[in-house]
């Protein structure tokens, strides 16, 4: 009997054993969410006053059979609190079936999709330069950040039907913490959330600030998780990618940009207002040399960080506005492709069919077919 016991015990150990040897194999083996180019779906399920039959109307198949034969392999799809949930918390039907609607186009078309949670109502990434920055409480309420992982559990209830090879999850765009632990506590709550439902998808996760490359040094990343895609954002220098764009301040500047070399010329600098003048010092752009090696220079944390952790970046948001002369947008752009296949980073461009994008909707054309094929050359 005892030998019976002690037989019994050993083959009970061996099965937990066996169990968490599985379990940390399932949490910790990598899955094959591998990317390389996409693009942003934006300005549809975020950041947009669509609703009803525009809403419906505004991506279709054949955008994501567009894309596919572009040479596309992935989409990157922000979606925004207020257009899944009512202020109650109810869910608003529409929106959740046009995302899984989105999500089986994308399949159906060998694309991958990234799920971006872009905008929540207790934190928006614009509210300090808009002056509402009070109106940001998710990193001073524990009610605010239960309710982004809430949100989450509500959205993996729906989505964890996909495959792992297939959807990944960016649990939240571009955090604005006034400090960089405030961001790195906040991960490791919602990655532990996550995990115990999920414990394979793949996890996008960006730095600080804007997701600024200047920040994931700072990152602190979930150890012995291969299913994390490390994630920064690049817009730079403003004065070029966002030139007359009315949001940013730098927008206000309205003489001659140069690149590559000194973005602005001691003449045009001269001929600005005092205003736009303490924008053009602080930007560096009278001094700085801005070429491709000053693109690598500042790429140069993040391809660490990722080395560091063993992990794949990416590029989640990068473009330049529409207005912007073309010549100068065309050798940026080469520039930031060149850096990016060196370094192996995947990008999602911003954006499809908005005002960074490359397709018009309304006239069913391309907005910018140079750019087009400066995206899909292999």
Avoid at 46 to 66: L, M, P, T, V, Y
Avoid at 217 to 241: A, G, Q, R
């Amino acid at each position: 009997m005892r030998k019976t016991f002690i037989s019994l015990a050993m083959t009970a150990m061996t099965v937990l054993v066996m169990t968490a040897c599985t379990t940390k194999s399932e949490t910790t083996e990598a899955n094959n969410f591998r990317i390389e180019r996409g693009t942003n779906l934006s300005h549809w399920l975020s950041q947009s006053e669509e609703r009803g039959e525009a809403r419906r109307q505004h991506i279709q198949e054949d955008d994501f059979e567009r894309l596919e034969q572009l040479g596309f392999d992935f989409v990157r799809l922000p979606i925004d609190e207020v257009q899944f949930w009512d202020e109650e918390g109810n869910k608003l039907p529409e929106a959740w079936e046009l995302m899984d609607h989105a999500i089986r186009l994308a399949e159906k078309h060998h694309l991958r999709t990234i799920v971006d949670l872009h905008i929540i109502r207790s934190h928006y990434f614009n509210a300090s330069l808009e002056g509402k920055g009070d109106e940001n409480t998710l990193f001073s309420s524990e009610k605010a950040q239960q309710d982004l992982i809430n949100m989450w559990y509500q959205l993996s209830d729906v989505l964890k039907g996909y495959s792992n090879d297939s959807v990944a999850y960016e649990f939240m765009n571009e955090p604005v913490a006034d400090d960089h632990e405030q961001w790195n506590q906040l991960i490791v709550k919602v990655h532990k959330a996550l995990r115990e439902r999920e414990p394979q998808r793949t996890l996008v996760i960006g730095s600080n600030l804007w997701q600024g490359y200047e920040t994931i040094k700072y990152l602190k990343v979930p150890e012995n998780d291969k299913n994390i895609i490390l994630s920064f954002h690049y817009y730079n220098p403003m004065i070029l990618t966002h030139y007359g764009a009315w949001w940013t301040p730098i927008g206000k500047y309205t003489g001659k940009v140069n690149y590559p070399g000194i973005l602005v010329s001691k003449e045009d600098y001269d001929a600005a207002s005092d205003s736009v003048k303490k924008l053009l010092d602080e930007g560096h752009y009278t001094t700085q040399v801005w070429d491709i090696n000053k693109i690598r220079e500042d790429f140069k944390d993040a391809i660490a960080a990722a080395k560091k952790y063993n992990l794949q970046l990416f590029c989640g948001e990068w473009g330049v506005y529409e207005p912007v002369d073309r010549d100068l947008a065309y050798k940026w752009t080469k520039d930031m492709l060149t850096v990016f296949k060196e370094n192996n980073i995947a990008w999602t461009t911003w954006c499809y069919d908005a005002d960074f994008g490359f397709w018009d909707q309304q006239k069913n054309d391309y907005k910018d077919k140079g750019l087009v094929d400066l995206l899909t050359e292999k």
